[in-house]
């Protein structure tokens, strides 16, 4: 069986100075990738910054054998996006790979939130993501070439109590990425997103001790690495991962009502809703006016030629 390699590709790993970017970064680097790994350094809700967290990822891969670069810029602006691109150009020429996993949390219930854990915790997970991968994509374009990854949570795709701001950025990283996968087809650019369960610690005050250690973040970076690889032709899914376990999240549709001629009236909605409601023949569609919007359309337009 021919090995998944990463030779003469260039990664960069956001947030790759700890937990999941990290083991992301040491697999990459195992299997033959130069990686950037970018890291603020700072602590689990944002503030601070140190160059020791990425220059020690560094250290190990260097001392494994592979090639790093560490970088120390924040994802937050765009900037430090540009910079963090620009790391990866100077030191290795392009980038062929890039995984947005940087991350903070600032966790309150919504009605003590304060304007600027909102603020923050978007722009490092949100607009991190789009300052990082805007320089990365135009160079990935250029070279018809590339694998993204977005890194989304359990919190974004179902909800968590005390995380609306980490759940609203979370989500909207699964409306970049698919938009970012139509946009990216022709050049051969794929962009999928992880949502994984992982020890780290973001999450090491919520589980308990004994699962910790089957909770290592190196069971969610094979899924997360393979996506980065030139054999993974997949675009444009969410894949759930963690301690052994994967699988796939969907936004689907289910097959829905069509009342014909005036609007509704509100009982009618009432007393549709089980039946609108009902996600049996639910399907996933590929972009928004293609197949969703189409299904409306068609229908009207069979309905206008009957007439
Ligand atoms: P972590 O705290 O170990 O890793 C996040 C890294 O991002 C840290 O090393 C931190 O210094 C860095 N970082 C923070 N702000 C930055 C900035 N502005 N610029 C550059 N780097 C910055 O936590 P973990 O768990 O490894 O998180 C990685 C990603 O996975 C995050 O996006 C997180 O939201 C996501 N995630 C993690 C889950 C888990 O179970 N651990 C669950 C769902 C999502």
């Known amino acids: 069986m021919s090995e998944v390699r990463f030779d003469g590709r260039v990664a960069v790993v956001t947030g790759a100075g700890g937990g999941l970017g990290r083991s992301h970064a040491l697999l990459l680097a195992a299997r033959g990738a130069r990686v950037v790994v970018n890291d603020l350094g ?6 601070g910054a140190s160059t020791n967290m990425a220059d020690q990822v560094v250290g190990e891969i260097k001392k494994a054998g592979g090639e790093a670069a560490a970088d120390y810029h924040g994802v937050d602006t765009a900037e430090g996006g540009e910079a963090i691109v620009k790391t990866a150009l100077d030191a290795f020429g392009k980038v062929d790979i890039l995984i947005n996993n940087a991350g903070i949390l600032r966790d309150r219930a919504f009605h003590n939130l304060t304007e600027e854990d909102w603020d923050k915790v978007l722009a490092v ?9 805007q320089p990365a994509f135009r160079i990935m374009r250029q070279n018809s070439y590339g694998r993204i990854v977005f890194t989304t949570s359990a919190a974004g795709l179902f909800g968590n109590f005390g ?9 909207a990283l699964v409306g970049m990425m ?21 020890a780290s610690r973001l999450t090491e005050d919520i589980f308990p001790p004994q699962v910790i250690e089957k909770l290592a973040p190196a069971f969610v970076s094979p899924m997360v690495c393979y996506l980065c690889s030139e054999a993974c032709e997949e675009t444009g899914s969410v ?26 009236s509100l009982e ?3 007393d ?3 039946k609108i409601k009902d996600m049996s023949g639910a399907e996933e569609f590929q972009m928004a006016n293609a197949e969703g919007m189409a299904r409306v359309f068609s229908r009207l337009q069979r309905g206008a030629a009957a007439q």
């Open 42 to 47: 700072g602590s689990r809700d944002g503030t």
């Open 125 to 133: 997970h949100l607009k991190g993501a789009y300052n990082v991968t």
């Open 163 to 171: 995380q609306t701001n980490y759940s609203a950025a979370k989500m």
């Open 178 to 198: 698919n938009t970012l996968k139509l946009e990216g087809a022709k050049y051969n650019i794929r962009a999928n997103t992880i949502a994984p369960l992982a």
């Open 239 to 264: 894949f759930t991962a963690g301690g052994g376990y994967f699988g796939r999240a969907a936004v689907v549709e289910g097959k829905g009502v069509f009342f014909e001629g005036e609007p509704v």
């Open 268 to 270: 009618q909605i009432r």
């Open 272 to 274: 549709a809703l089980p």
